[in-house]
Nanobody, 118 residues
């Protein structure tokens, strides 16, 4: 199994930036996956995804402000969030996919809280 841990969440003012990181617990390759978020009383929604071929797609509400990327050497999935708004407040979850020694995996992190104050 591959465990995933998110980091980088916190409290920021409107217009600020945060960078979320999602790290795997063991050596992996062919990293792909995405970030999702869930605000209180709402369904989980897609924030951004990246494929093995580096194709990306974003939720409409974050286009132009957020950027997803990966660091293959560090086995991490990253989400750079700029121009943050109060409506971006949510728990952000990483869905990390790839291959490890025992085969393919598809793992979710526990979530990291992002709070944007007005």
């Amino acid at each position: 199994q591959v465990q995933v841990a998110e980091s980088g969440g916190g409290l920021v003012q409107t217009g600020g930036s945060l960078r979320l990181s999602c790290a795997a617990s063991r050596s992996i390759f062919s990293i792909n996956g995405g970030w999702y978020r869930q605000a209180p009383g709402k369904q989980r929604e897609l924030v951004a995804r990246i494929t093995i071929g580096d194709d990306t797609n974003y939720g409409d509400s974050v286009k132009g402000r957020f950027t997803i990327s990966r660091n293959n050497a560090k086995k991490t999935l990253l989400l750079q969030m700029n121009s943050l708004k109060p409506e971006d407040t949510a728990v952000y979850y990483c869905n990390l996919r790839g291959i490890y020694s025992a085969g393919g995996f598809d793992s979710w992190g526990q979530g990291t809280q992002v709070t944007v104050s007005s």
